[in-house]
């Protein structure tokens, strides 16, 4: 360890730091993000700006680097901290200003639509219907201590219930009934799903995922339970401090534009946050957002451990 | 879960790791050097599974067990098999490398010694200090396997790197994460403690040896076991390659691109691109470093790298990102550059016995003869242990190009690696990006095999005692 430390400083007083010029316009996004190289271009016609992209890694080690670097921002602009992670944000005073919704996805569980036509079984409705036992052992869940999608969804069980106890015996009649919980939604998905050779037919993944399993016949294999969804949303804003504040306010206009917007379902499989644009054919057909969500009003921040922890008390005791 | 849990949670998962690996390994090798014809290409396949990303076997041997991962005491099982799995190989081709001289079994049995009492009295002291610097470096190994723990333990198996990340990436809690990670630095040192108590030294860890004498039925049966285990786990990543998406052509084809939708920052021959390049840079890097180590006073200590966990080094890098320019900390040769830590002990295994068993009077007396520096090392030492340092190239370059863990928290965007784009490419729905991945991995095994089976070819006429260089 010490000889990376010791190596990155020396290494840093041998090239020096770089100072940016007015028109540089430095946005610090996660891995995921993905933008076209014509609406770069455009982006840099229309206001003069150039634009760098640094990638920071997933949602939480991009929140985490902004607020170790707040006192000399690496970036004018943010995009992907989402509404688990933005509490974190404006309280290390990370944000200059409000941050603006760009994209949206519904965490919701999906069913293989070819198993339970097979098995002349009536898929569920609501994931509430889980705990029945027409669906014991049918369902993987991913963990929420290592997976957002995981945590998206216990976030959802605590606001569809108003006291903590009956959250607690829901989470214990899902685990009666057989629910399997894998490492990560890769596992879940490819590995336990029954459409990827496993024995689960139900898997916690995104509303959008059936646009990707459309079958040859036009048909879609499998769909989502689209009602009390748990919505993440992901945001860009302008960072407190930074270099070139009018360029990263330009940024973020442009991540609402019309052009951007409807670039976001294919690029990222997500929605677009702004009202009124169109989504592809596809995801039209196949892929609509929830019905219903529920959780936007919870404080995720304040409570994660609590929860993570009577999670745990549930599954690993 | 209090820190002494993980830490004996983590313990005892590397030491089982290490011992099983061992125990089943060095009957294997005693097969191994049994073999004529088939023993480079078996010892081609044993060594595949230690260079493969450890996703790879996770999702290989996670269908196998199904609902039984539920249970903690199966998942762990499964994770050190998974561990043993991936280092057995590796160790009889150690154990196969450090086989007692002929001659000297052949006396012993003169002298009326039994098998049994030729490999205990006689083999197993001579190539113990060997074998313990090899179970060494496989308990570092699996005290620092983050990505199987969590697929394979679903989570559920805590160790102290699944609390590091946790803590640091999901609570974003740092001075837990920072605790937790001198715990885990704690724990490689003492590794060492015992592997030191044990006399292990660093030993030829590949080599020709000598062929064993007898056969054993149960070195075969565990080695035909082994190496058909190996092959079901390449076996799922063929299949699949064949099977997904667009069949084996098409997602070969497709590889050219950024995967369904463009859901990748680059193509996958771009992250390829990426992978050689970083490739070539650490093992230069980690060949100069271990040349020049292997005439020091080196010893154990070289390995200690490799007990340094992937998620640790995220955690560094991620708290030096607030002190570093982004400028500097995101270039792309920090990853070979970090890579060449891990990379450098495994040249150095290879390069070190060989050059120290070169004569020193040969050198001396070039240097009576007005040799310079410059001609002592290009007329004479390089020649010399040419093999072993072609070997120790090709290991380092297989072990850099399927380098996960480092690369996933230092290769961001259009750096990213090949591992990282197989990772990602199966982050997303859909059978096209699941079958791209699987073939980019299958190219990746087999180009893999090739190598190590193309280098068993090279022959060692000037290297001393034919004992060094990756061979099989």
Known sequence: MKTIALSAITLMALTGCQTPENTLVRLAAHDSFVIGEELVAQFESETGYELEILRLGDTGSLTNQ?????????????????????GRAESEGVLAGQASAIDYSDVCFNYDVEWFAQESLTPPQSWRELVNEDY????????????????????????????????????????????????????????????????????????????????????????????????????????EGSANESGAAALVKFLLSPEFQASVPEAMYVYPAVPGIEIPELWAAFAKPATSTIGEGLDINANREQWLGDWSAVFDG | ?????????????????????????????????????????????????????????????????????????????????AHVLMNAGFLAAVTAASMTPRDQIEAGRLDGASTI???????????????????????????????????????SVRTLETEIASAALQR????????????????????????????ATPTVLFGEGESATSRSWVGGALGIGLVGAILWVIGGVFARAFSEGAGLGGNVSNLAGRGARDILNLSVVEALGNSLRNMVVAVLISLVVAWWLSRRRAG??????????????????????????????????????????????????????????????????AQLDGASRAQLFGLIELPTVARPVVAAAALT?????????????????????????????????????????????????????????SLSFLRSDSTPGGRDGLVV
Request: proline residues 5%; contains cysteine; charged residues 10%.
């Open chain 1, 66 to 86: 902004l607020v170790l670097t707040k006192n000399a921002p690496v970036a004018d602009a943010f995009f992907g901290i989402d509404n688990t992670f933005l």
């Open chain 1, 136 to 239: 014991r052992n049918l369902t993987v869940i991913t963990n929420p201590n290592f997976s957002s999608p995981g945590l998206a969804f216990l976030a959802s069980t605590h606001a569809a219930f108003d006291e903590a106890a009956e959250v607690e015996s829901f989470w214990i009649a899902l685990e009666a009934n057989g629910v399997k919980v894998a490492g990560s939604w890769e596992d879940a998905y490819f590995s336990d799903f029954t459409r990827y050779g496993g024995n689960h037919p139900i898997v916690l993944s995104y509303a959008s995922s059936p646009a990707a399993e459309v079958l040859e016949d036009g048909s879609s294999g499998s769909e989502a339970l689209r009602v009390e969804c748990f919505r993440q949303t992901e945001y860009a804003g302008v960072i």
């Open chain 2, 1 to 81: 879960m209090g820190s002494l849990d993980l830490l004996v949670t983590t313990a005892f998962v590397a030491l089982a790791s290490a011992v099983v690996a061992v125990a089943l390994g060095y009957p294997v090798g005693h097969w191994l050097s049994s073999l004529r014809r088939l023993r480079r290409l078996v010892t081609g396949v044993l060594l595949v599974p230690f260079l493969l990303p450890a996703f790879l076997v996770g999702l290989a041997l996670r269908p196998l067990l199904g609902d039984a991962l539920e249970t903690s005491w199966v998942a762990v099982g499964s994770i050190i098999s």
């Open chain 2, 117 to 155: 009492q030729l490999r205990w009295y006689l083999q197993l002291p001579q190539q113990l200090p060997a074998l313990s610097a090899a179970g060494l470096l496989v308990a570092l190994y699996s005290a620092t396997s983050y990505g199987l723990v969590v697929t394979l333990g679903q989570g």
């Open chain 2, 172 to 199: 974003l809690d740092l001075p837990t994460a920072g605790f937790l990670a001198l715990l885990q630095c704690a724990l490689t040192i003492s590794f060492f403690v015992v592997a030191r108590r044990l006399g």
């Open chain 2, 300 to 365: 154990l200590l070289v390995l200690f790298p490799i007990g340094i966990s992937p998620v640790v080094i995220g955690l560094v890098a991620l708290v030096l990102s607030g002190y570093v320019s982004p400028a500097l900390s995101g270039g792309w040769w920090v990853l070979p550059l970090v890579q060449s830590l891990f990379l450098t002990p495994l040249a150095f295994q290879i390069i070190a016995p060989a050059r120290r068993a070169m004569s020193p009077d040969i050198l001396e007396a």
């Open chain 2, 397 to 453: 370059s297989l072990a850099s190009l399927g380098e996960f863990g480092a690369a996933s928290f230092l290769a961001y965007g259009s750096q990213q690696t090949l591992p990282l784009v197989m990772f990602r490419l199966m982050s997303r729905p859909g059978s096209e990006n699941l079958g791209m991945a699987m073939a980019a991995a299958s190219i990746f095994i087999f180009v893999a095999l090739l190598v190590v089976w």
